[in-house]
């Protein structure tokens, strides 16, 4: 998928494999409600293999880039936590996710990776 904002155009996965599952990434407009009620930017749908993350805010406002990349490596831990983590991280799942989804986030914006439209890395 291909973003424009302030005149540049950015590039986002359609789809990543994590282990032995390759996870489709379907986009949408506004934040996701959770069964709680609650908004959320991103969810991870295990059974389908599927993750979906929100362009906009509840209030249909773009994101910055960065925050949907950063989503987007939050959602990828939860599945790697999962498989990994969880059992030693249980009462603070969301912290562990939030802070390796950040640091993640932090080398690709550092380093200027992106992903080409296909889906594959690109240092440029």
Known sequence: MELIQDG???????????????????????????????????????????????????????????????????EVMHVVSDAYARKQFPSDHETLCNFLATAINSVCLDNKLHFDPDGKPNLS
């Open 8 to 74: 540049k155009k950015f590039s986002l996965p359609d789809q990543l494999k994590i282990f032995d599952t390759v996870y489709r990434i379907d986009y949408v407009d506004k934040d996701i409600s959770a069964s709680t009620g609650e908004y959320s930017r991103g969810q991870v749908h295990y059974i389908s293999g599927t993750m979906t993350l929100s362009l906009n805010d509840y209030l249909g406002k773009a994101r910055p880039f960065s925050l949907i990349w950063r989503t987007l490596w939050h």
